[in-house]
């Protein structure tokens, strides 16, 4: 069984800070996503990481994929409440198929 | 394009009461997925249908039926509902190949059992 696990489970923040959230597992991943959920609605796909290393940027968002495609960390640069929400990254597996491992969520709160 | 759109938005049953979600999907994607969300737990699995005519168990399985209609329609039954399926239940489809997946979630339907 794949795990991923997320860090931390809760954050609250002053608007103007910065933050990472981390998404780790023993087990590789061929593309691991991430998405934001705000109360009320479905998970929003925020990027797609594939390629070991790859680091890709979201206007104020950082995304990271580990070298070993066993880990990724998304980092908030001078955040806002607006990106207050609950961030999930999901992973897919080398041999699962499209069925994706969901982390169990970072609980974002930027207090203006 | 309206992507995944879940129906109903709120459900109150009682125990033992049987009902279906529906869900339905408008980007021609093969796989469609039931989650279930419940605090401090992350999203479950229950049940998926990687292509049309095919549904396989997820992690919590037990106590539902899936139904994929045709490629657009993914259904989930409740026979007889109980308190512990209170949720919020979301429908996803996904669209990718070759380890390179995506899924889209529908809004979700919250389900209370008394």
């Known amino acids: 069984t794949q795990l991923l696990e997320q860090s931390p489970q809760f954050l609250s923040i002053q608007e103007g800070e910065n933050l990472t959230v981390y998404c780790n597992s023993s087990?590789?991943?061929?593309?691991l996503q991430w998405y934001r959920q705000e109360p009320g609605e479905g998970p929003v796909l925020l990027v797609t990481?594939?390629?070991?290393?790859e680091v890709k940027k979201l206007k104020r968002l950082t995304f990271q994929f580990g070298d070993a495609r066993k880990d990724s960390s998304l980092h908030i640069t001078a955040a806002q409440p607006g990106d207050t929400g609950l961030y999930l990254c999901a992973g897919a597996g080398e041999t699962s198929g499209s069925r994706l491992t969901f982390g169990e969520g970072t609980q974002l709160t930027v207090n203006p | 394009n309206a992507g995944v759109t879940q129906t109903p938005k709120f459900q109150v049953l009682k125990t033992g009461q049987s009902m279906t979600l529906q869900c339905a999907q408008d980007?021609?994607?093969?796989?469609m997925y039931w989650y279930r969300q419940d605090p401090g737990m992350g999203l479950r699995l229950i049940y998926y249908?990687?292509?049309?005519?095919?549904?396989d168990k997820g992690e919590v399985p037990n106590g539902y039926n899936v139904s994929r209609l045709n490629k657009r329609e993914f259904s989930l039954r409740l026979e007889s509902a109980a308190p512990s399926q209170t949720s919020v239940y979301f429908c996803?489809?996904?669209?990718?190949?070759?380890?390179?997946?995506?899924?889209?979630f529908g809004p979700g339907t919250r389900l209370t059992v008394t």
């Open positions: 980007m021609n994607h093969n796989s």
């Open positions: 087990s590789v991943f061929s593309s």
């Open positions: 249908s990687a292509s049309e005519g095919t549904t």
């Open positions: 990481v594939v390629t070991g290393g």
């Open positions: 996803a489809s996904t669209v990718g190949t070759g380890g390179w997946y995506e899924q889209y």
